[in-house]
């Protein structure tokens, strides 16, 4: 069965400064993965995804994250914190029952706290 | 606006009351979703749809109640609910099978729902 762990609950950078949102997943076949992004009162915003393609990852507003099947991680990293980067970011892994499209399964969230 | 709407934004309702939460996307996909998150856990998959019909229902109690009378409108009818179902309801939706795996969920801004 699939799974995803984050292994933070709460990450602290100062602005300008890289950061870093661990994810490691479980999966019994080749996983999709997602990053999704929640500022405070809104919905979930898709930041990258994983497909089988290209194993690092570009997504919106600088971050990008890279597989590592090795590792079983989905890291999530920006070179350079801003201010607005401060929201709950999520780890997804797809449900994926061999072939059909199965369910997203969620992390349970890193909140990022960005310091002037 | 992430192209999928849910109506209220915030809802506060007693226990005897009847009410629904409405989601509209008008993205073409096929594939919409209800999903509970609450305080402190990972979000919950309450129901999904394909294509109108009901493919997953995820042990929810029978006082909610999902209605998707197609495939740009879902709807959750609440009645006699409990104070901890106080939580924000997220609507998503997304291409059927494959589609999904490709391009994700979109997801709406969700609707906060006070239980008094």
């Known amino acids: 069965a699939q799974s995803v762990t984050q292994l933070d609950s709460h990450v602290s950078v100062s602005e300008g400064t890289p950061v870093l949102l661990r994810c490691n997943y479980s999966?019994?076949?080749?996983?999709?993965l997602f990053w999704y992004v929640q500022h405070p009162n809104k919905g979930l915003q898709l930041l990258l995804k994983?497909?089988?393609?290209?194993?690092l990852v570009k997504g919106i507003n600088g971050f990008e994250a890279e597989f590592k099947k090795s590792e079983t991680s989905f890291h999530l990293t920006k070179p350079s914190a801003h201010m607005s980067d401060a929201a709950e970011y999520f780890c997804v892994v797809n449900q994926n029952y061999g072939g059909s499209q199965g369910n997203l399964i969620f992390g349970k969230g890193t909140k990022l706290s960005v310091k002037p | 606006e992430t192209g999928v709407t849910q109506t209220p934004r915030h809802l506060v309702m007693g226990m005897t009351n009847k009410k629904s939460l409405k989601c509209e996307q008008h993205?073409?996909?096929?594939?919409m979703y209800w999903y509970k998150q609450s305080a402190k856990k990972p979000l919950e998959l309450m129901f999904v749809y394909n294509f109108k019909e009901q493919t997953e229902n995820n042990s929810v109690p029978s006082r909610f109640s999902p209605e998707c009378p197609n495939s740009s409108h879902l709807f959750l009818h609440l009645h006699t609910l409990q104070p901890e179902d106080s939580a924000l309801y997220l609507c998503?939706?997304?291409?059927?099978?494959?589609?999904?795996?490709?391009?994700?969920?979109?997801f709406g801004s969700g609707t906060r729902l006070t239980v008094v």
């Open positions: 994983y497909t089988s393609a290209a194993t």
């Open positions: 998503a939706s997304s291409q059927p099978g494959q589609g999904a795996l490709r391009y994700g969920y979109t």
């Open positions: 993205l073409g996909h096929n594939a």
């Open positions: 999966s019994s076949y080749s996983p999709s």
